[in-house]
């Protein structure tokens, strides 16, 4: 079993957003909580949809399907939010369908934008997942998402 | 509070639309009628036009800001930190949040932002 493939072995949150399902590891899921209203940024991107405060600290909320250019929805209640050296962020969630074990590989599924801190494909119980990379999505916002 | 968190001397509430944003009482030098030369806000939020009837630039030394309504809450409050994710936005103007009326308030740097939306604009027009 190469590293990679064991990487994903470990168990994983898996969660939709749209029509997508995403994964993280379960040790950077902090919670999932349910979304105050939210408050818009000035100059914010489209996939920043707005900030809480959670337990004493801002949370930027980050809808997926936005980043990935589909069309907007602002369906969503829930969010999952994800830790990790970079911060933490709310990512906008449709369907949260708990933690699994997935198979299959761990391969950047791009070279830019969201989809070069994606890894896949990869199986859950529910269906093809693409397994963010944290750190790399992290940074990635950080830069401005572009 | 938290311990990390810096405490700001009150600040300028303003209204942007259906939007919110605040700034340091310290960074307003005057309150006037809007001007056309300078920038309404509400381009931040995608708004293009100023609420007429009680719109009010806030002037600073380099130029100034038009937003739809303003009022000064005067108390000390916890200034809670900029996300990593949006550091970056309004060319680093962001300085952080407020909780004022059970709200977040995003605080932000007047000189600093008139300085991006000049670039932004100039930008534009180049």
């Known amino acids: 079993m190469t590293p990679r493939v064991a990487e994903l072995h470990r168990g994983h949150l898996v969660f939709s957003c749209g029509a997508s399902l995403y994964a993280v590891p379960a040790e950077t899921a902090a919670e999932v909580v349910t979304l105050p209203a939210l408050t818009r940024v000035p100059g914010a991107p489209v996939h920043l949809v707005g900030v809480f405060a959670h337990r004493g600290e801002v949370l930027p909320v980050v809808d997926l399907a936005r980043l990935s250019g589909r069309p907007l929805d602002d369906g969503f209640k829930r969010a999952v939010l994800v830790r990790s050296t970079g911060g933490a962020v709310a990512l906008t969630a449709t369907k949260v369908l708990g933690v699994s074990q997935l198979e299959g590989q761990q391969e950047r599924l791009g070279d830019s934008g969201l989809q070069a801190h994606l890894r896949g494909p990869a199986r859950a119980p529910a269906g093809e997942v693409a397994v963010i990379d944290t750190d790399g999505f992290f940074d990635f916002l950080a830069r401005g998402g572009a | ?126």
């Open chain 2, 1 to 126: 509070m938290s311990a990390t968190d810096t405490v700001v001397e009150g600040v300028v509430l303003c209204r942007v639309g259906g939007d919110r944003l605040a700034v340091l009482p310290s960074d307003v030098v005057g309150v006037e009628l809007p001007d056309a030369k300078c920038p309404y806000a509400g381009s931040l939020f995608d708004g293009t036009t100023p609420s007429p009837a009680d719109a009010r630039l806030l002037r600073h030394e380099l130029s100034g800001l038009v937003v739809d309504a303003l009022e000064v809450h005067a108390e000390p409050l916890s200034l809670m930190r900029v996300p990593p994710a949006l550091r970056w936005v309004v060319g680093g103007a962001l300085m952080g949040f407020v909780q004022v009326g059970g709200s977040l308030w995003p605080v932000v740097s007047l000189p600093a932002l008139s300085r991006h939306l000049s670039a932004r604009s100039g930008a534009v027009r180049s």
